[in-house]
Each structure stands twice: as structure tokens, then as C-alpha cells.
């Protein structure tokens, strides 16, 4: 999708002050373009003749008080809701006291220089320009659609609409991974409270809360409702909304909230990435980047009881004589061993395979839908493979041994991962580097 350009007033008597202004913003935030000029007066006809993004001004103008520019602004229809930051190198108690009656929405302490400048605008507009973000849209109006579709894709957003509730409901089962879809998930829903069809707004939002399980912070939902009665705003929030918007709509309410909602959407999706790396980082083994043994302690009973993996291969594999090559060649080189079994795992095993270090140089491997005579021949291949391997330069064989459940398919995790220790106790009494079943 099209990024929106950024368009950005730059007001300030200097002119040397002002053309640096412009000429580093130009440079540092692609998408923008910068207009300036040198008083009140200028200002008031730029901001007549076309829109602005954002608006920055000196508190000391020729002509007035930057103050008073942004009195005009606030009383303006165009840029009534436009951000607008003031750039002074004194922050007095004047311009603290009066400036949030005057409509400024942030300050900046030129001291810090102008580079420091163009890096905090950039995070202004990351805060606060062109929305990002998919939205599911229910309305079964079309006139009242069209109005609102345009309105919200001006605003940055992606726009999916649905005039029914069970449709939107087909939307989102196939968005996402809550809901084990494969389309892009929406950040937010949109929808009337009253729909054509036999479900309704109220319907949906059940169902999105009590069928999808989604969470109020996971998926925020947004109602629009013609009703301003205590008793039927107090049944959109029961039926799971978090927030609403009365018809007829006002651009400047939607957007509010839509942001405030988008927001909610962000911080949940970088908590839930931040809690899924933890717990990663606690089940996965730091040095090869395979399954921890505690992973299989906790998954491998369901994993082997999953009607999609029957039959499940058990393989428990062991480097041999790994003692000898810490001995000989020192616990680092043992280490770039045991990453480089790890990797060659992590690449040859399937996707929906379970490696996990079992040991010290002890790994077990359950393999899907393996019978015991594929179990045997994927298990001779990673033999040769770890033979052909050679990490850092040292020889490395590995014992192997196999095992499924394909008889005894009502086999525990430890019976399958005892017959497979027996196979391997077998290859190593014959001579280890060979496959046992």
C-alpha cells in the first residue's frame, strides 16, 4: 500500500532558522514534504489554500505570538484537529500555563539542535500522522459504507467491508493464526450494532469474544450505533465492545477512536511477540537451538497422541565417543559439535518434526507419520550425513536408535522413548555408527 506523504508547515521568523528546518526534515524523513514561511500572516494563507500534517512554529513571530497561531489553528475548520508543536528554547511557565488552552499538542527545546529536531518529528509522525492498520468494516447500509470506507482508507487504513455479520464472521476464521487461518488478521473491527440477517452487530461481538475467544485488547471492536441512550450504550459495552461511535458519524470522533483502538491492537501484538520469544528462550536449547528436554516433557504426550501424526517415530541419537573429542580437542571444539548436529537437524528434519536435545550429546527426534521402515531409512541418512559433516574439522559418527508406535499406538512418551534407548543400546554393543530399530 501507498505510503501517505506527509506534508509539514514550518513557521519561524529566521529565515536561516527556518530553511535549515525545512532542508533537514527534506533529508531525514522520506514521504514528507516541507513548506515554510515567516509569520502569522503567511501561515494564515498557506493554511487556507491546501492541508497540512502537522504544523511547527516559533514562539516569537513577527507579526504575533506563536500562541496566537495556534489559537487560529484550533478555531480553523480545516486544521482545527491538525498536531501542532511549538519550537522554543524556553519553556516558561506563560507557555506551559497557556499553551494547552491555545491548542499546542507538544513542545520542542531548540538548545538541542535541529538534528535532534527532525529525529523527534519523526517520531511525532510515527505517533500521530497516517494510520496503518486492516480494518474488518460491517455495515449493511451501502451509502453509509461508501461514505465511511473512503473516509477511513484516506486516513491510511486498509479497508475490508461485509453488509453481515455471518460473513464477517467467515473473515475472520480465515484471518489469522487464533483462529488457525491463513489470511493477513484484521488489527480492528468496525461494525453497526443493528444488521440485515439472522445475526446482528451484538451477535458478532459474541461470537468474536466467545466463539473466537478473542480478547478485547487482541481484537478491539468499535460499534456504531444510532443510539444515545444510557441503557443500549451499556448493552454494547456487555455484548463486548470496547468503545462506540454515534451516528451520525463525525470524522474527527471516528478517527479518535480508531487510533486510541489501533493502539491497543500494537501493544498487545508486542507483548504477545515479547512473551512468545520468552518463552522460546525457556524452552529451546541455547546452544543448538533445538528443543530443551523440558519442551518434550511438557509436548511430547500430546504430540504423540495427535490422531494427524500416527504413526509417530521415536529416534534417540548419540555421539559417539563425544568424551574423547572434548578430551582431545577442548570443550569449545565439543560445543561447535554439538551446534553444528543442532543445524544440520533444524534442516533436515520435517517442519512438523520434534528435535530436542535429550543430553549432553544425546538428542531424540519424534518424526510424524513414520512407519518403521521409513523411521529406519530417514535414520540412516542423518547417519551418513553426521559422518559426511565433519564440524571443525573433527570426525563425528553417531549411534541411533528407532522405535515407533505404529502396533502399540496407545504407547506413553516413555514406553516410545524406552524402546528407542534399547535400540540405541544395541548400536552401541555392535559397534557403534549404525542404525538399531
Do not use: W
Not at 546452544?287 to 534417540?316: I, K, M, W
Amino acid at each position: 500500500m501507498h505510503r501517505k506523504l506527509n506534508r509539514i508547515l514550518v513557521v519561524d521568523g529566521s529565515e536561516v532558522a527556518r530553511t535549515l528546518i525545512a532542508r533537514i526534515l527534506n533529508e531525514e524523513i522520506p514521504d514528507t514534504e516541507t513548506v515554510a514561511c515567516g509569520s502569522v500572516a503567511e501561515a494564515d494563507r498557506l493554511l487556507d489554500e491546501s492541508g497540512f500534517d502537522l504544523i511547527t512554529t516559533a514562539l516569537m513571530l513577527p507579526d504575533a505570538d506563536g500562541l496566537e497561531l495556534c489559537r487560529r489553528i484550533r478555531a480553523s475548520q480545516r486544521h482545527h484537529y491538525t498536531p501542532t508543536v511549538v519550537v522554543s528554547g524556553d519553556a516558561d511557565s506563560r507557555l506551559l500555563r497557556e499553551g494547552f488552552a491555545a491548542g499546542v499538542t507538544d513542545y520542542f527545546d531548540k538548545s538541542l539542535g535541529y538534528r535532534a529536531f527532525a529525529d523527534f518529528i519523526k517520531a511525532f509522525l510515527q505517533r500521530n500522522s497516517g494510520l496503518v492498520g486492516r480494518i474488518l468494516y460491517v455495515e449493511d447500509s451501502r451509502t453509509a459504507a461508501m461514505r465511511l470506507i473512503r473516509l477511513m482508507e484516506g486516513h491510511g487504513l486498509q479497508v475490508v467491508h461485509t453488509t453481515h455479520a455471518e460473513q464477517a464472521l467467515e473473515l475472520l476464521r480465515n484471518a489469522g493464526p487464533a483462529t488457525g487461518g491463513d489470511q493477513d488478521p484484521f488489527d480492528v473491527v468496525v461494525t453497526d450494532f443493528y444488521l440485515q440477517g439472522h445475526l446482528t452487530g451484538g451477535d458478532l461481538l459474541h461470537a468474536i469474544r466467545a466463539r473466537y475467544h478473542y480478547s478485547r485488547q487482541e481484537m478491539p471492536v468499535l460499534v456504531l450505533t444510532g443510539s444515545e441512550a444510557d441503557d443500549r450504550q451499556a448493552e454494547v459495552f456487555h455484548a463486548g465492545a470496547n468503545d462506540f461511535v454515534t451516528k451520525p458519524v463525525v470524522e474527527e470522533v471516528l478517527m479518535a477512536r480508531i487510533r486510541s483502538l489501533l493502539l491497543i491492537r500494537q501493544q498487545f501484538a508486542a507483548l504477545k511477540r515479547q512473551s512468545d520469544h520468552l518463552r522460546r528462550l525457556a524452552t529451546t536449547d541455547s546452544l543448538t537451538r533445538v528443543c530443551n528436554r523440558r519442551y518434550l516433557l511438557d509436548h511430547g504426550e500430546r504430540f504423540l497422541a495427535s490422531r494427524d501424526h500416527q504413526p509417530v517415530a521415536a529416534l534417540l541419537m548419540d555421539i559417539d565417543h563425544f568424551k574423547k573429542i572434548n578430551d582431545i580437542h577442548g570443550h569449545i571444539t565439543g560445543d561447535r559439535v554439538l551446534e553444528a548436529l543442532g543445524a544440520l537437524l533444524r534442516e533436515r528434519l520435517p517442519e512438523d518434526a520434534l528435535a530436542v536435545r535429550f543430553g549432553g550429546e544425546e538428542f531424540a527426534l519424534l518424526v510424524p507419520r513414520c512407519s518403521l521402515h521409513d523411521a529406519r531409512r530417514c535414520a540412516e541418512d542423518l547417519r551418513l550425513e553426521v559422518e559426511a559433516l565433519q564440524p571443525a574439522g573433527v570426525p563425528v559418527t553417531v549411534s541411533i536408535g528407532v522405535a515407533t508406535n505404529q502396533i502399540g499406538s496407545g504407547m506413553r512418551l516413555t514406553e516410545l522413548i524406552g524402546e528407542a534407548d534399547r535400540a540405541l543400546y544395541a548400536a552401541k554393543a555392535q559397534g557403534r555408527n549404525r542404525v538399531c530399530a
